[in-house]
């Protein structure tokens, strides 16, 4: 297996410091969730609810693990993403509680996450400029749409007649999951056709708050990435483009398995990729959480400058003077630490009242000191490996962050591709890494196995990973 480790220190032992040992489990291993006895009332039900968040009057969504805060007036933005604990995005302080109107010419970045419009620029008219506007900045209306065991929400932009855009965005979250799923609308409000993509634009905190001294490099996090497959058959050269920011750049880069991967630094870099996939990962390696945003790809349309994601690493300009002296600008729009992990829609022309609807799934879950790529239900920190003892068991090692709470089940296959059975191997929440190091006892002789996530409904969630079953101890 090929070893990816993100800092030059890093090791196994980040992972291995923290197995829990799940010893041998037969067919008949304990099922952790107690059916007899409902569990108390605030793991049942999602709660929408008025809050004062840093100064701003906000809405929240929230369940047992998860607590999302929305300020409409501030162009209906999802302000912060809390999991077990842990914010994810970037909330730009200099803005706290404050709101400023649309105005021409001025750029209010309050953080968060929005929805914007592409193509960018000042070209024409078909272009969307991206200052203060109605779009970025204007107040949206706000409707609770449900609560209890399904909370919904839906926010309701006022109408540009500068792009002729109206955006509509609902927002959803269910009692028992962390997962976040997003419906955003965009209309052609004017009298004749527009085109447009929408943009999913997510500012990730990437700064490191307890980090000690003054200087903006004792802030940064430096272990912190973000993933996502690159088209084999891309329409880029490099697979990957570099829209703005240095051409040779070492903290991007594709790996052997087909990831790119960018690692922050505190550097304006604007990075497209036609990635058809339908996901991108931000993974937070120094508090071990992740966020992977679902979208689906939809091959037969076309995309805003071919690009799928979009990677914006905040940080002084690289520029160059009139002598051709490079330096880096003083802007003050460049301190702030924080990456964009944005998401197109393919374009969309409309005619006169004509809507377009993007859907997308946020899952966040825990990581560990390697990522190897998602599935349907969670993703690969250490990859699965099975081999066959010699007293007919077999042993599992691995390590994955799941999406969904539930047990994990191991699905066994003969050599012809027949199905032999299946063993619950462990109990598994998305709060929790789940670490594999297990013997269990396979029915049959079984040549390959799958496992599978089983949400507490048992509801199957989907295949963690599927391998191979070796012969003897697989190092």
């Not at 001025?106 to 968060?112: A, D, P, R, V």
């Not at 304006?268 to 990962?281: M, V």
Request: hydrophobic share 35%; proline share 7%.
């Amino acid at each position: 297996m090929t070893w990816h480790c993100w800092e030059a220190d890093c090791t196994r032992s980040l992972i291995l410091t923290a197995i829990v040992m799940l010893g041998a489990l037969g067919p008949k291993a304990a099922w952790a969730q107690t059916k007899d006895e409902p569990p108390p009332r605030a793991q049942t039900e999602c709660r929408v609810e008025a809050v004062n968040y840093k100064g701003w009057p906000a809405e929240q969504i929230s369940n047992r693990s998860m607590q999302l805060v929305v300020v409409p007036q501030n162009g209906g933005r999802l302000m912060q993403v809390t999991f077990a604990g842990h914010p994810y995005l970037f909330v730009n302080s200099k803005y706290a509680g404050k709101y400023f109107p649309p105005a021409a010419g001025q750029w209010f970045n309050y953080g968060g996450d929005k929805l914007w419009l592409l193509p960018e620029g000042n070209n024409d008219e078909q272009h969307w400029v991206g200052d203060s506007d109605v779009l970025d900045d204007g107040p949206f209306s706000f409707r609770k749409l449900s609560e209890g065991q399904h909370c919904e929400i839906e926010l309701t932009g006022p109408a540009d007649p500068q792009t002729g855009i109206q955006f509509v965005r609902t927002i959803s979250l269910d009692a028992g999951s962390p997962r976040i799923k997003f419906h955003a609308t965009m209309k052609n409000v004017s009298g004749h056709s527009v085109e447009w993509s929408m943009q999913s634009v997510s500012q990730y905190d990437t700064s490191d708050a307890g980090a000690p001294g003054a200087d903006i490099a004792s802030h940064i996090n430096h272990n912190f990435w973000t993933f996502t497959p690159v088209n084999q058959s891309s329409f880029y050269l490099n697979r990957y483009h570099v829209r703005f920011g240095p051409a040779e750049n070492p903290a991007v880069g594709v790996r052997d398995d087909g990831l790119f991967t960018v690692h922050y630094v505190h550097m304006a870099a604007e990075l497209w990729l036609d990635s058809t996939e339908g996901w991108l990962a931000v993974v937070d390696g120094s508090s071990r959480y992740a966020m992977v945003e679902r979208f689906q790809y939809e091959e037969s349309k076309p995309y805003p400058g071919k690009a799928s994601v979009i990677f914006w690493t905040n940080g002084p300009e690289m520029r160059l003077s009139s002598d051709g002296i490079p330096s880096l600008s003083a802007d003050a729009d460049a301190s702030p630490i924080y990456l964009e992990a944005e998401i197109n829609s393919p374009m969309c022309r409309l005619r006169p009242e004509e809507s377009c609807s993007f859907e997308t799934e946020w899952f966040p879950t825990r990581a560990g000191s390697e990522f190897h790529g998602t599935s349907d239900a969670g993703i690969i920190t250490r990859p699965l490996q099975a081999s066959r003892l010699p007293d007919g068991k077999i042993k599992l090692s691995g390590s994955f962050g799941v999406f969904f709470a539930g047990r994990v089940v191991a699905h066994f296959y003969n050599e012809h591709g027949s199905p032999l059975g299946t063993v619950p191997v462990a109990d598994a929440n998305p709060t929790e890494l789940l670490l594999l190091d297990a013997e269990i006892a396979p029915p049959g002789k079984p040549a390959r196995l799958s496992l599978h996530l089983e949400d507490e409904n048992g509801l199957d969630r989907g295949a963690l990973q599927e391998v191979l079953v070796a012969t003897g101890d697989n190092h």
